[in-house]
Nanobody, 112 residues
Framework: QAQLAESGGGLVQPGGSLRLSCAAS?????MGWYCQTPGKQRELVAS???????RYADSVKGRFTISRDNAKNTVYLQMNSLGPEDTAVYYC?????????WGQGTQVTVSS
């Protein structure tokens, strides 16, 4: 079972930015960021392969940027132009995700 520790969430005003970090005990081929709001399933926000190939959900294209430091087994999510619709708990996991590897997540709240 992988250990995944998300950090960097918080309260930010609309239009603001946050940078999320995920420290992993593994270095899988593809790592992803997921978000979940109450009553909804987790959904993929962005993922990146070990060689830097990224994909994004349509809702975040042009606003969010995923990156990873393979030497540190860390993946990041730079979130810009945040809106209330981005409010969620954000998790990292491999892509496709492994049920046993979900961490605590980090809460992102976008509100004025």
């Amino acid at each position: 079972q992988a250990q995944l520790a998300e950090s960097g969430g918080g309260l930010v005003q609309p239009g603001g930015s946050l940078r999320l970090s995920c420290a992993a005990s593994i270095s899988p081929y593809v790592m992803g960021w997921y978000c979940q709001t109450p009553g909804k399933q987790r959904e993929l926000v962005a993922s990146m392969s070990r060689f830097g190939v990224a994909r994004y959900a349509d809702s975040v294209k042009g606003r969010f940027t995923i990156s990873r430091d393979n030497a540190k087994n860390t993946v990041y999510l730079q979130m810009n132009s945040l809106g209330p619709e981005d409010t969620a708990v954000y998790y990292c996991n491999v892509d496709p995700p492994r049920t046993s590897d979900w961490g605590q997540g980090t809460q992102v709240t976008v509100s004025s």
